[in-house]
């Protein structure tokens, strides 16, 4: 069995290593062929795993840094100053392959402009995505990006989203998959320049399969496998979810607590629905992945407790397994050969 | 009393004169002040009325139209083809003031293009904007604008919708209302450039209270009264938020349709839930007003039912009587002198 090892930025996240250990520990024993670098402060991550009875083995490794990158950082700033910091660290044993993967749930802008500045882009691609993968009726899943990494972006992003969206995708389908762009309606006289342009583009390219536009009613519906829109769109539609479905849930949890019975089998339904309806927070998707760099980055939420860090370190397992970023590089190529010809 | 006279293109929707007739027959049995005109083609309309047994009266005229805007006509074409159209004579009716109001479930790209060729825009305004008040948590409402009156806009057009949508608002609430910008983040680092140009003008706007950034999951928490946003991001969040509810709500029945006992609360629930539903639908909200425009327009949607165009009627009706583009006017001037000091 191959070793799979992930660097994980101890420090990041609202509540650093009390959750960061436990959940390295826990996902050492989901995950066999893994070993995790744990980057963060020395004394706070060693009592965190003298507190879990752990015993030191050669798959847990701890590596020194006293510094973390505030949630409050601009980019810019945090890109000048991310020197010795615990995410930088992090990102540095990606780059130097010392690690293959890297999850960290600290500030996402610095996230992505450290990624971006370490790993450097795959070529061809001219800005990460941030993707995850959202639930629908059918239970399918609908693959959506950009979910904000960028908040303005031109058609020809839009077009390499769509290119890795629908890599990533046909890995997990095994077909390929339906592409989509989010849009304000089906016509095609519909929408703003950049969806308009990027339509134009995708109709041109015979190996995405691209079905056009679908609207925002439709992102849970199962009417594509990949659907690509702007990071501020993304962002504002996958939040504007999760707020009506909690929105639904109170409502109906309202009426239902005013009887005995009622209450009863409203207590039997909601501790299931509720976790489906977290799974509808951009934010909480542990993890999302950062597309279209060089090396596996995995946003992992803030607020992330122990078992959702422990998915987001899975889900960079799964992506060093599958080789998402060569995946990428080989499906983006093949879109470029055929817009030669 | 007063009487207010609204125009009503009985051929737009997706029904014409079978959903407008009975709807305009309706509408003036709920508001005793109501005259309305029914443009359309006259034997159509004349079956409908026959069919309602309508016995005539002078509060309700025919005038007849054989053309029709179809919904997949550009509003370009529309606008050079509109003559004798029921939608353009409705309009019409408003510009020489022969109505207060118009009502429409046509094409709302070309319902927007004419009504503002027609009607002008108000001084001060660069673009109209559709506005809806969405439910929220606390039973008060949320005005959202604009929800895909225009696909992209400058910081200018967004800073005039949060100059309306302020104006429409004070007067149901009897309050100054409390202004947001919709973003993808909190902090004023984030967001594209739209946003942070728009949020520095109205810092500077002391008769705006400007409350700040709110983020997508925040739409329905009664966070502000007034939230703008461009139209692309307002109709895919909201649309968003409709196809959400929908999820939620089917996953929820799915669940309790296993068993007798459950079956009988869900449909207990259900029946007065779903309607709340439908309500976040920006397409149903029957009816959501053009803003900016020197009359009053009100969009209903094209698959409306006779009770949600009826309320679509009873919006125009309340906007005639509120004096809405006078107070946006009012509200606009004030905005404009603090600007000059």
């Not at 450290?114 to 609908?142: E, F, N």
């Not at 992003?157 to 997990?172: E, N, P, W, Y």
């Not at 939040?239 to 207590?267: H, M, P, Y």
Request: charged letters at 20%; hydrophobic letters at 40%; proline letters at 4%.
């Amino acid at each position: 069995m191959h070793n799979i090892t992930v660097a994980l930025d101890a420090m990041g996240g609202d509540f650093g290593p009390s959750v960061t250990v436990p959940a390295a520990v826990q996902a050492l024993s989901h995950f066999p062929e893994l070993k995790v670098v744990l980057v963060g402060d020395t004394p706070s991550i060693n009592t965190q795993l003298k507190h879990l009875g752990y015993q030191r083995s050669p798959r847990l490794e701890v590596m020194h840094s006293d510094r973390v990158i505030s949630n409050s950082e601009k980019p810019s700033f945090a890109l000048r100053n991310s020197h010795d910091t615990s995410m930088r660290i992090a990102l540095d044993l990606v780059e130097s392959e010392h690690a293959d993967a890297c999850v960290s749930g600290g500030n996402t802008g610095a996230l992505m402009a450290l990624s971006r500045y370490r790993l450097k882009l795959l070529p061809g691609i001219d800005r990460p995505a941030l993707v995850t993968a959202l639930p629908t009726q059918s239970g399918a899943k609908t693959w959506m990006l950009d979910l904000g990494a960028n908040a303005s972006v031109d058609a020809d992003s839009l077009f390499q989203f769509a290119v890795m969206g629908s890599a990533l995708a046909q890995q997990h389908l095994g077909r390929c998959p339906r592409v989509a762009i989010l849009n304000i309606g089906a016509e095609e006289i519909k929408g703003n320049d950049l969806v308009k342009r990027c339509s134009e583009m995708l109709t041109q390219c015979p190996s995405i399969n691209y079905i056009g536009f679908v609207e925002g009613n439709e992102l849970l519906s199962d009417c594509a496998d990949v659907i690509v829109c702007d990071g501020f769109v993304g962002n504002t539609t996958l939040k504007a979810c999760e707020g009506t479905a909690q929105f639904v849930l109170d409502k109906l949890k309202a009426k239902l607590a005013t009887s005995t019975i009622k209450g009863w089998i409203a207590r039997l339904l909601f501790s299931d629905m509720l976790s489906e309806v977290k799974a509808l927070n951009p934010d909480q998707y542990n993890g999302a992945s950062l597309l279209g760099l060089r090396g596996i980055v995995i946003k992992s939420h803030g607020s992330a407790d122990i078992s959702a860090l422990v998915n987001a370190i899975g889900e960079a397992v799964h992506e060093v397994k599958r080789q998402v970023p060569n995946q990428i590089s080989d499906r983006l190529e093949a879109v470029l050969l055929e817009r030669q010809y």
